[in-house]
Nanobody, 119 residues
Framework: QVQLVEFGGGLVQPGGSLRLSCELSGSILNIYAMGWYRQAPGKQRELVADIIIGGRTNYADSMKYRFTITLDEAKNMLYLQMTDVTPEDTAVYYC?????????????WGKGTLVTVSS
């Protein structure tokens, strides 16, 4: 019933910018929160930023000054604006959604989109 598809990844130079998108299929009324996570080579998956639907946003400390998460509820689209990127930002970025009680709090994941920061 809930599906997530990410797009917008690719190769970018250090100091550059990228805008990632996540399309939600299904009613956003059944979603409690959405977010972006990433997994770099040899590291575990970590939170980038998330947003409670109709509520506050939250950022990892290392990314809060460079990345911006936004949600367009009318279009069922989640975005991550990345600026001033560094090679350490190289990772697969995943879109996440947490269902409401109607969905028993189930977690949903996209397949990810690769961001490579290199000269």
């Amino acid at each position: 019933q809930v599906q997530l598809v990410e797009f917008g990844g690719g190769l970018v130079q250090p100091g550059g910018s990228l805008r990632l998108s996540c399309e939600l299929s299904g009613s956003i009324l059944n979603i409690y929160a959405m977010g972006w996570y990433r997994q770099a080579p040899g590291k575990q998956r970590e939170l980038v930023a998330d947003i409670i639907i109709g509520g506050r946003t939250n950022y990892a400390d290392s990314m809060k000054y460079r990345f911006t998460i936004t949600l367009d509820e009318a279009k069922n689209m989640l975005y991550l604006q990345m600026t001033d990127v560094t090679p350490e930002d190289t990772a697969v970025y995943y879109c996440n959604a947490q269902g409401t009680r109607r969905l028993r709090g189930r977690e949903y994941w996209g397949k990810g989109t690769l961001v490579t920061v290199s000269s």
